[in-house]
């Protein structure tokens, strides 16, 4: 078996690290910067942080805050045609999952022959054409370490995502006081989104040992801090935790993938515009029940990395204590789990069935193959 993993070249992390934004100015000998971001973040002071550190080293700047949540394709294409008259030798993104894979797209499609609907079919055209430097805002998405953009397709009311390993971001700066005063139900929905992440890699047909370093000690991190981060917002060790457990868990998806969680959020997002993570966090439990029997002993392994406490006891055990400590972090920080809340109806089954089944680039990971049936119970089971 060869296997291989890409990672950005150059990581910072630690308190304050947005500091060092000045080196890589230096580095890249960046004049003009393009600044992606939103104005959740620009109300909570975070993008002044960036812009001053940026006046101070005479970079010249331009910020787009306009950016949609859980964008679509469309979306991508307006921002493209903001962005086509700026010009720019760096491009910094401060922000959540969203922020960065509309950046990542950028940094591929600035000055391009090719546009994004393009890249939906044919992603391998994509080229680097400008650095990129990403700042998450979030602790969960992972997007920072990933060669992947989601964006949804509105007429098919379904996400995609476009991969290509020229996407990997150059640089990235872990800093914890950009999730400081991040809303409780942020810190949830982003969190469990990362702890799908690493299970979801470990768990996946395409686990290498490369992504298993990584995905083990994203759930470490994820599944010993994100009752305490949820539950005391104060709690900065946990947080920090939370940012750096999300990162790792970027990494393991660019070595393994996810798999059938994500795959059957695609169509929740896309239809319902249920946020990314929550829309995980519902399915998250019963997929991986569904999957126990043919995950149990990676799931076995996982507990004994996670909870070494219960290494003595049989995988069949440990594999079940993981998903019943999943089902515990999704109530514990009180993500809604029915999909009714959100005007899901019973006759809408049949479209998510297959919406789900067509996921084929995630459901391809998933070590128990699901029929179209197996699917339509899945989304059954989380509408009450």
Avoid: W
Avoid at 144 to 159: D, G, L, M
Avoid at 261 to 266: I, P
């Amino acid at each position: 078996m060869n296997y291989q993993s890409k990672i950005p070249s150059c990581v910072f992390g630690g308190e304050g690290c947005i500091a060092r934004i000045k080196d890589i100015i230096e580095k890249e000998n960046a004049k003009k910067a393009i600044i992606f971001t939103d104005q959740g973040v620009c109300a909570a002071g975070l993008l002044e942080i960036l812009t001053d550190l940026l006046e101070h080293a005479k970079t010249l700047y331009q910020v787009f805050d306009a950016l949609a949540s859980e964008p679509s394709y469309q979306d991508v294409e307006n921002t493209m045609k903001e962005v086509k008259d700026y010009s720019g030798d760096l491009i910094i993104a401060i922000g959540g999952g969203s922020v960065m894979d509309a950046a990542k797209l950028c940094s591929v499609l600035k000055d391009a022959d090719y546009a994004v609907t393009d890249l939906l079919h044919h992603p391998a055209l994509a080229k680097k054409q400008i650095p990129t430097v990403m700042i998450p805002t979030t602790c969960g998405t992972g997007a920072e370490a990933t060669c992947n953009a989601i964006v949804a397709i509105p007429e098919e009311q379904s996400k995609q995502g476009i991969v290509n390993e020229n996407m990997i971001p150059d640089y990235v700066i872990l800093d914890p006081q950009m999730i400081r005063r991040l809303p409780k139900s942020i810190v949830a929905a982003t969190g469990v989104d990362a702890l799908a992440h690493a299970v979801e890699c470990y768990t996946s047909r395409k686990a290498t040992p490369f992504s298993d370093t990584y995905a083990l000690a994203s759930a470490k991190l994820i599944f010993q801090n994100i009752r305490k981060a949820y539950q005391n917002p104060e709690h900065m060790e946990a947080k920090n935790s939370l940012l750096l457990g999300a990162f790792y868990g970027g990494v393991a998806i660019a070595g393994s993938g996810t798999t059938a969680v994500h795959a059957l959020s695609y169509p929740l997002g896309g239809k319902y515009h249920i946020a990314h993570g929550v829309s995980n966090a519902i399915l998250f439990a019963h997929v991986m029940e569904f999957n126990r029997d043919a995950c149990e002993t990676r799931l076995a392994a996982l507990c004994d990395g996670v909870y070494p406490e219960l290494s003595k006891q049989a995988s069949s055990e440990k594999a079940r204590y993981i998903i019943e400590q999943i089902a515990d972090i999704v109530k514990v920080t009180e993500i809604p789990t029915d999909l009714g809340e959100f005007g899901v109806r019973p006759k809408d089954l049949d479209f998510l069935a297959e919406a789900g089944s067509r996921q084929q680039r995630l459901l391809v990971n998933n070590r128990k193959e699901l029929s179209l049936e197996d699917i339509r119970a899945i989304y059954q089971k989380v509408l009450k």
